[in-house]
């Protein structure tokens, strides 16, 4: 099976990253969101602390400034003192407090105020000093003005604190806001973020898990060597992509391997329809040629006996010829029968031996060789010198020796000679069989090794041609092949040959 090359641009692993990511992209936007709404309500509670709590603060502790240094004087002309005393650190507290409001103007209005207090001390401060220094009929001149520009002051303070106090306020409310913004901002972000979250989940799954039921699905309706497959669509370029590919390609090979079985199926339905339509026109040959020596035999025997004492010798022993020639064609029907049991037998295993090969075939070829004397013919056995041991089946291989100088002794006439060669070949025992008969038709080789087919030289000699098919059966169980060669008047040459069983358990221990 061939590899699938296809590249995967957007694997599953990157997906999932790609939809964890997101939730730690909405939680960086969430946090810089937060630390700028938490700036804004920095700058405006520092607003709030700092800046405008400051100015009150001066504001008022200028204002207390002033009113102690109102009570000392009130108290001390309620007394009718002839002098007059203030704390002097009053007077300074007084102009230190409002020096700090003037430098610290955060809101719109507070720069006139400032302005307006600072240019009063120059006013405030020598009117002090002329009452304290002043005796009592200067007081009712000067003491109106204190009392007006005190008042002025704390009025001016006054409008200073105010101010502050609405920015404040101000402040407080727009602090609100923002909180009351972030708050929001923050949920509507979460909110979508959750939602962003359980989409891109809910798809990425739904991605992932649909191709996968598909496939399930198909796969489940599936039925191996029905020869229909499905054709499933690649709906992604990723691993279920991929896996996809990997079962159409998979089905297009089932379906290709459906069609072989089929063709192989129809082959050996063919051949099996051939054989029987073979056998039984074996059967009805077979029949024929039992029938006729039968009927010949009876007749040589039954006017031997009905006229055997009338009859001359001559008549006599024409008819004990003819029921001779017909017991040696039954003879040879008989044998060929048994060949058929031997065939039918041929799928059936049988343990091996490790013999040798050399004793196995002058043993078996023995009583052939004997009739091949009778019949005027020469067998030579060629077999080279040190052939190791030999794994046989020594019960079925012997058949495929005899078969084929048995064969070689039917269609060869006085003279002629057969000669059977062995010798090794690499990891192969290799054998000829050699005769110098009247060779066969090529029009018949093709089919040589056929079961259940005859050939007129076959019928002439009143046999029904199973001995081949039985050769080529048995070399073949012992994991080798046959072939042959011949010409029409020029003899026939069987080659056959089987794998040395020994030294391939050698190599492949070793190879292993």
Same mark, same amino acid.
């Given at each position: ?62 204002? %207390? ?7 000392y004087l009130l108290e001390q002309m309620?007394?009718?003192? $002839?002098? /007059? ?15 700090? +409001? ?5 809101? !719109? ?89 359980? !989409? ?27 020869? *229909?497959?499905?054709?499933? $669509? ?28 089929? $063709?192989?199926?129809?082959?050996? %339905? ?40 009338? /009859? ?21 029907? &008989? ?24 004793? !196995?075939?002058?043993? +078996? ?9 009778? %019949?005027?013919?020469? *067998? ?9 041991? *030999? ?8 058949? *495929? ?28 025992? +290799? ?5 110098t008969g009247s060779g066969i038709d ?17 019928? %002439? ?8 098919? &039985? ?12 072939? !042959? ?14 794998? $040395? ?12």
């Amino acid at each position: 099976m061939e590899k699938i090359e296809k590249p995967i641009r957007h694997s599953i692993r990157f997906k999932i990253f790609m939809v964890s990511l997101l939730p730690t992209l909405a939680l960086l936007a969430a946090a810089l969101l937060n630390n700028q709404y938490l700036n804004s309500l920095g700058e405006s509670a520092e607003q709030i602390l700092s800046k405008n709590y400051k100015s009150i603060r001066k504001a008022q502790s200028a204002r %207390k400034s002033l009113e102690e240094i109102r009570n000392y004087l009130l108290e001390q002309m309620s007394q009718n003192r $002839d002098h /007059l005393e203030i704390p002097q650190q009053e007077l300074l507290k007084l102009k230190t407090s409002l020096a700090a +409001c003037a430098s610290n103007i955060t809101e !719109v209005g507070e720069n006139e105020l400032t302005d307006r207090l600072m240019k009063s001390i120059p006013q405030y401060e020598p009117l002090v000093l002329s009452l304290i220094q002043s005796d009592v009929d200067s007081w009712n001149t000067d003491f109106p003005i204190f009392l007006d520009l005190s008042a002025q002051m704390v009025d001016d303070i006054d409008n200073l604190v105010g101010i502050n106090e609405e920015a404040m306020e101000k402040a407080e409310q727009r602090t609100k806001i923002l909180a009351g913004r972030a708050q929001r901002n923050a949920v509507i972000l979460f909110t979508v973020i959750i939602i962003a979250i359980l !989409v891109s989940s809910w798809r990425l799954s739904n991605r992932i898990a649909r191709p996968i039921m598909t496939l399930a699905q198909s796969l489940s309706k599936t039925k191996e060597g029905s020869g *229909v497959y499905p054709k499933m $669509d690649t709906v992604s370029n990723d691993e279920i992509g991929f896996l996809t590919d990997a079962f159409n390609h998979l089905f297009n090979r089932l379906e290709q391997y459906d069609r072989y079985r089929d $063709d192989i199926l129809a082959a050996e %339905k063919e051949k099996v329809r051939r054989s029987e339509e073979a056998k039984g026109r074996f059967i009805a040959d077979i029949s024929h040629q039992l029938k006729t020596p039968m009927t010949s035999l009876a007749m040589s025997i039954g006017m031997l006996k009905d006229s055997g004492e009338r /009859l001359n010798s001559e008549k006599r022993t024409t008819l004990v010829a003819t029921a001779h020639e017909d017991c040696s064609r039954l003879s040879t029907l &008989i044998n060929e029968l048994v060949d058929i049991s031997r065939l039918e037998t041929m799928s059936e295993p049988r343990p091996k031996e490790t013999l040798n090969i050399e004793m !196995v075939i002058r043993e +078996c070829l023995a009583p052939l060789i004997k009739q091949a004397e009778t %019949k005027g013919v020469t *067998v030579n056995i060629n077999i080279s010198e040190n052939l190791p041991l *030999v794994t046989i089946d020594s019960f079925r291989f012997p058949w *495929v020796i005899t078969n084929l100088i048995g064969n070689a002794l039917r269609y060869i006439v006085r003279g002629g000679q057969i000669e059977l060669k062995v010798y090794k070949q690499g990891h192969r025992f +290799c054998f000829q069989c050699m005769d110098t008969g009247s060779g066969i038709d090529p029009h018949y080789l093709p089919h040589i090794f056929d079961r259940y087919t005859q050939f007129s030289e076959r019928g %002439k000699s009143g046999t029904i041609g199973l001995g081949l098919a &039985i050769v080529k059966d048995i070399i073949e169980q012992h994991g080798g092949d046959v072939e !042959v060669e011949s010409m029409p008047g020029k003899g026939t040459t069987f080659t056959f040959w089987i794998p $040395d069983t020994k030294e391939e358990t050698i190599e492949k221990s070793t190879d292993r």
